[in-house]
């Protein structure tokens, strides 16, 4: 069984910066294959916003977040985080880290976390 905790959402002016974390709990016989960070604002569609993938440290970003947000992992707190910088109105949005356990899937999660709100001001 795999239990994520979010923290670190909150309410930003635009053009400031947060750090979302995600820290995994997770039986010792399994691996998270892959770590990740999904948004939903209302009435719009949830979209993935990056992922990272634990054998290669590979990332993976939406259009929308290149070049502002960066996904990073500390291995040895079972952690990944989500930096986003140059935060607009538009990524006003409850995020939710996901990890896979068996094979990744962009369009489903093995596990989620409970989501935490971010809110940018203009």
């Not at 947060?18 to 997770?26: D, G, T």
């Not at 892959?34 to 009435?43: D, E, F, I, S, V």
């Not at 993976?60 to 040895?76: C, M, P």
């Amino acid at each position: 069984q795999v239990q994520l905790v979010e923290s670190g959402g909150g309410l930003v002016h635009s053009g400031e910066s947060l750090r979302l974390s995600c820290v995994a709990s997770a039986a010792p016989d399994i691996s998270i294959n892959a770590m990740g960070w999904y948004r939903q604002a209302p009435g719009r569609q949830f979209n993935q916003v990056a992922t990272m993938f634990s054998s290669t440290g590979s990332t993976k970003y939406a259009e929308f977040v290149k070049g502002r947000f960066t996904i990073s992992r500390d291995i040895s707190k079972n952690a990944w985080y989500l930096q986003m910088n140059n935060l607009k109105p538009e990524d006003s949005a409850v995020y939710y880290c996901a990890a896979w356990t068996v094979n990744w899937d962009p369009a489903d999660a093995d596990h989620w976390g409970q989501g935490t709100q971010v809110t940018v001001s203009s």
